[in-house]
């Protein structure tokens, strides 16, 4: 189900819902009309695209879970008590997501809160007043480093033997893109070529800004690792219409061949990927570093990164591979934690007394070179008076035999 089909059946459900507010209602149906309108306009569309519409699809969430927290209260009638309490409850922890924590990033809510959405009830000032003066930024900037080190994604590979679902792995390993995006990507996104270095195969991987994030770089990355080339060649080979029926009970009867195009690398859903990857993590037994979570393939990306930094990439070409801007700092974390800037110091020491040693070593083969030409010169020496001696006594000699013949 595209992001359209999903957004305009859970907006429609949302509004159709007769436990809803309907004061709340009509200023859910206003915001969405306005937000329609500004994505459209903001990426100068003529009409509404699947991001767009993804971006819409979790508003009606966030509206939902809003609606609930305040008792499908009327939104008009909260005043500055109630608004307090709920951003308190957030950043308390009072209120909880779906896995039982505190909300993550509670920002995306404080927009909601201090922007058009309760702008239409004149609300807004006050959550935004709320938020200024105690500097609320409902966004941990300090999340703890999370990664697997290469051995590790082996073992989780070893754990998978199907060849699509293999290839989706290589692929968030090798390119370390978001999950959604390497789901939607088509064969006319690659390009298979032999590097002129190694006189080995590899692939171009357009990233095209429409699959992308929208804070994501639009680029094209090589692959790195054969088993990435191996697998892109097999399923690429073997790309085919699929007409098994979608298991969604909203849609079934339907085929998989309308929702996905015969181009398409993987005809499934974040639901499968996530599936299939917790069976082989939880059968690899492989746990992130260093706080033994469970791996994501959120994870992979960040375990690409670091795998990258070890083996000397610097920072600014792992951001560009990321497709982060060049003055992102996310990547430091991971340098950071490494020790990675540590070592410099001790390699610059390492260095300098290599360069002393050299310099020593230089100088003594100065000095041997010296003492042996010393060596030479007094040979020479004693060679000439030696064979100034022998003159002198062959001459003595010859003197002697003379005198005895007299």
Not at 122 to 147: C, T, Y
Not at 175 to 197: H, K
Request: hydrophobic share 35%.
């Amino acid at each position: 189900m595209t992001f359209k089909d999903r957004y305009l059946k859970n907006k429609q459900l949302l509004l159709e819902d007769p436990t809803l507010n309907t004061n709340n209602k009509k200023v859910i149906e206003e915001f969405f009309k306005f937000e329609e309108y500004k994505l459209k306009r903001k990426q100068g569309l003529t009409e509404v695209d699947e991001r767009s519409y993804k971006t819409l699809s979790h508003y009606i969430t966030r509206i939902k879970n809003l609606t609930q927290w305040l008792n499908n209260k009327d939104w008009a009638d909260l005043n500055e008590e109630d608004i307090k309490k709920l951003i308190d409850d957030l950043e308390d922890g009072v209120i909880k997501n779906k896995y039982g924590r505190r909300h993550e990033d509670r920002s995306l809510y404080y927009q909601m809160f201090c922007g058009k959405f309760w702008g239409l009830i004149k609300k807004n000032h006050i959550a935004q007043g709320i938020i200024d003066e105690f500097s609320i930024r409902g966004r941990d900037f300090n999340k703890q480093v999370r990664f697997i080190e290469f051995e590790s994604f082996r073992k989780v590979v070893s754990c998978i033997n199907n060849p699509i679902q293999l290839c989706l792995v290589w692929l968030a390993w090798d390119i370390g893109e978001n999950i959604g995006t390497l789901l939607e990507l088509e064969a006319c996104d690659f390009q298979r070529q032999i590097n002129p270095d190694t006189n080995e195969a590899e692939y171009l991987v357009i990233l095209p800004r429409e699959k992308l994030k929208r804070s994501r770089t639009p680029r094209s990355e090589l692959t790195n690792y054969k088993e990435t080339v191996e697998y892109l060649d097999i399923v690429l080979a073997n790309l085919k219409p699929n007409y098994k029926e979608v298991s969604n009970k909203y849609v079934r009867g339907r085929k998989l061949s309308e929702y996905y195009s015969e181009g398409r690398l993987f005809k499934f859903g974040m639901r499968s990927a996530d599936k299939f990857l917790k069976r082989a993590v939880e059968l690899s037994k492989v746990r992130c570093m260093p706080g033994g979570e469970k791996v994501t393939w959120k994870d992979l990306r960040s375990s690409m990164a670091c795998d990258l930094l070890r083996k000397g990439w610097s920072i600014d070409e792992i951001n560009s591979r990321l497709g982060h801007s060049v003055a992102s700092r996310v990547i430091t974390r991971y340098v950071t934690y490494l020790s990675l800037d540590r070592r410099k110091p001790k390699a610059k020491v390492h260095q300098s007394n290599l360069r002393k040693l050299e310099f020593e070593l230089d100088k003594q083969k100065e000095l041997n070179k010296l003492q042996g030409l010393r060596v030479e010169n007094l040979k020479k020496e004693q060679d000439q008076m030696k064979e100034e001696f022998n003159i002198q006594m062959a001459k003595v000699v010859s003197e002697l035999k003379e005198m005895l013949k007299v």
